[in-house]
């Protein structure tokens, strides 16, 4: 008898050992807007403030205010027990000089695209980007051009987007594929590091699923002055219908911005959509997303500082990229690819 109890009992014990092991989370269940949430003007203040701050120099591509700058950001990612990619040796992806000589451009100094990662629960294997780039234009005439908006604003979206994702992780909601930060250098100069991220990918470029790129969202341009609640939305759909309508929902059901598509138009003049850094997905056949507010007053002068951006659209519109993100790491397929990107 005591010996059946004793079977009984451990036999109990294996069944439920493995029934709490293979349990899985209903993501449709989770709180997705808690984790959006978390995503707060102040932090997005905190961080801005030091990575658009004087002592950062306005990260000219390799000087000492840009490494400075990755350093602040690597913290941050370590401080949110976010690691770099696996596969790599740390969270560098160093970009030599070399590889950024250009006729057009000044003479530039080995640099490094920053990467983080969350790797994914059920499809590891396939890898949402999520990018901005962390350059500016340095110093000109011994006056510091921080560049708070282009692209400060990006950079520490990207640093709260991450912790949004990590503090659901924590609650048993971890991204079923993975995500990769990817802060990339060089793009006030051409382009350099995205362009040299997608020609040496540290995942296949067939298993990258789609990018979000995010690109000054901290200010409102002249055609928003009385209305600041929008996003231009450039890209979702020359390639994949899904990654649009995934991005539409999104907004409509979390955020509610004013999706403006104005520089969607493949007659716009200015060029837009091949002027940041996920056009070097976009080229590889990677559907996209340039989330961006539009040029103003300050765009490329001295007076791009941190108490100019407005931290509560900056909020929002980082929140859209999140939301959005949100769906394409945990739905069932990958946005599929339909359109020649044109």
Same mark, same amino acid.
């Given at each position: ?21 293979? &349990?899985? #989370? ?14 707060? $003007? ?11 701050? *004087? ?51 000044? #003479? ?26 962390? *350059? ?17 604003? @990006? ?37 350099? @590091? ?10 296949? +470029? ?10 000054? =969202? ?27 309508? +995934? ?12 999706? *403006? ?7 716009? $003049? ?16 990677? $559907? =996209? ?34 939301? &959005? ?6 739905? *069932? ?10």
């Amino acid at each position: 008898m005591r010996k059946t109890l004793l079977l009984a009992s451990l036999s109990l014990f294996v069944l439920s050992c493995s029934t709490g092991k293979n &349990t899985k #989370k209903d993501y449709a269940k989770a709180d997705v807007a808690k984790y959006m949430n978390t995503i707060t $003007p102040a932090d997005l203040k905190k961080h801005l403030y030091i990575v658009a701050g *004087d002592e950062m120099q306005g990260r000219n591509t390799g000087e000492p205010g840009q490494k400075k700058a990755g350093e602040y950001l690597i913290k941050q990612y370590e401080a949110d027990k976010i690691s770099f990619p696996k596969g790599a040796e740390n969270f560098y992806q160093k970009v030599p000089a070399a590889y950024m000589s250009k006729s057009f451009s000044p #003479k530039l100094g080995d640099s490094e695209n920053i990467w983080a990662y969350i790797e994914g629960s059920e499809k590891p294997e396939e890898v949402l980007v999520i990018s901005a780039h962390y *350059d500016h234009v340095g110093m000109k005439n011994g006056e510091v051009y921080n560049g708070a908006d282009d692209d400060g604003s @990006g950079t520490v979206a990207l640093l709260e987007i991450a912790q949004a994702f990590m503090k659901a992780k924590a609650d048993g909601y971890g991204p079923k594929r993975s995500i990769l930060f990817l802060h990339v250098t060089g793009e006030e100069h051409g382009l350099h @590091g995205s362009r040299y991220y997608s020609e040496n990918p540290l995942f296949p +470029i067939a298993s990258t699923i789609a990018d979000l790129n995010i690109d000054m =969202i901290g200010r409102r341009d002249d055609e928003h002055k009385d209305n600041g609640n929008y996003v231009y939305v450039i890209g979702s759909d020359r390639l994949s219908t899904d990654l649009h309508n +995934i991005n539409e929902e999104a907004n409509k059901k979390y955020t509610r911005l004013n999706l *403006d598509y104005k520089y969607n138009d493949r007659k716009d $003049p200015n060029r837009y959509y091949f002027r940041s850094d996920h056009y070097n997905f976009a080229k590889k056949g990677i $559907p =996209i997303i340039f989330y961006f507010n539009g040029v103003h007053e300050d765009y490329h002068m001295p007076g791009d500082e941190p108490q100019k951006i407005e931290y509560d659209l900056l909020a929002k519109r980082a929140q859209l990229a999140f939301v &959005t993100a949100w769906e394409l790491a945990n739905r *069932d397929n990958r946005p599929v690819v339909d359109k020649d990107g044109k």
